[in-house]
T-cell receptor, first 118, second 112 residues
Framework: DTGVSQDPRHKITKRGQNVTFRCDPISEHNRLYWYRQTLGQGPEFLTYFQNEAQLEKSRLLSDRFSAERPKGSFSTLEIQRTEQGDSAMYLC????????????????FGAGSRLTVL | EDQVTQSPEALRLQEGESSSLNCSYTVSGLRGLFWYRQDPGKGPEFLFTLYSAGEEKEKERLKATLTKKESFLHITAPKPEDSATYLCAVQARSGGSYIPTFGRGTSLIVHP
């Protein structure tokens, strides 16, 4: 297993365009998270999937953001009508439902997708 | 609302100079406190999980401890390769889910 993969690694777009990011989690992980991180800040929670069900969504998340996880495998995060404030690193993480010792919901992160909105 | 505060924001050490990073938290029903390391341009990498006050975990030059209100990451005799941002996250139940909430991190630079 190659870990969590994210694509693209970098995306530069113009304000108002739509962008989509893809995340391929570790195959046996049924939990998938999206976080956003800006310079000097910690990761900020966006949304969470358990299998194909989107169970949690940040109250701060604009309705321009939508995420899917069809068939409980890969996930996509789409941002419509991008704004300059959307510029950030978008991190995907996955975890397995183990509640024993150090395995309990340890997140494995991908390298992130960096978005620059001009 | 769960809150995680890390201090200091930045720390510069000389190689071999031991120090500690702090993570204070307010959360109802803690279900784990996590430490991650993040290198520039990369995603966070898991270091430790702590569950209950008094618990300690060690890995090489790092030791994490937990009390009811805060956690410390002790770095003993650091080396330049320990330079990174160290993130603390707490996890509590949110509805039927467990969502880790991260602090802003401490940026550590170790000079040779």
């Amino acid at each position: 297993d190659t870990g969590v993969s994210q694509d693209p690694r970098h995306k530069i777009t113009k304000r108002g365009q739509n962008v989509t990011f893809r995340c391929d989690p570790i195959s046996e992980h049924n939990r998938l998270y999206w976080y956003r991180q800006t310079l000097g800040q910690g990761p900020e929670f966006l949304t969470y999937f358990q299998n194909e069900a989107q169970l949690e969504k940040s109250r701060l998340l604009s309705d321009r953001f939508s995420a899917e996880r069809p068939k409980g495998s890969f996930s996509t995060l789409e941002i419509q009508r991008t704004e300059q404030g959307d510029s950030a690193m978008y991190l995907c993480a996955s975890s397995s439902p183990s509640w024993t010792g150090a395995g309990a919901n340890v997140l494995t992160f991908g390298a992130g997708s960096r978005l620059t909105v001009l | 609302e769960d809150q995680v505060t890390q201090s200091p924001e930045a720390l510069r050490l000389q190689e071999g100079e031991s120090s500690s990073l702090n993570c204070s938290y307010t959360v109802s029903g803690l279900r784990g406190l996590f430490w991650y390391r993040q290198d520039p341009g990369k995603g966070p990498e898991f270091l430790f999980t702590l569950y209950s006050a008094g618990e300690e975990k060690e890995k090489e030059r790092l030791k994490a401890t937990l009390t009811k209100k805060e956690s410390f990451l002790h770095i003993t005799a650091p080396k330049p390769e320990d330079s990174a941002t160290y993130l603390c996250a707490v996890q509590a139940r949110s509805g039927g889910s467990y969502i880790p909430t991260f602090g802003r991190g401490t940026s550590l630079i170790v000079h040779p």
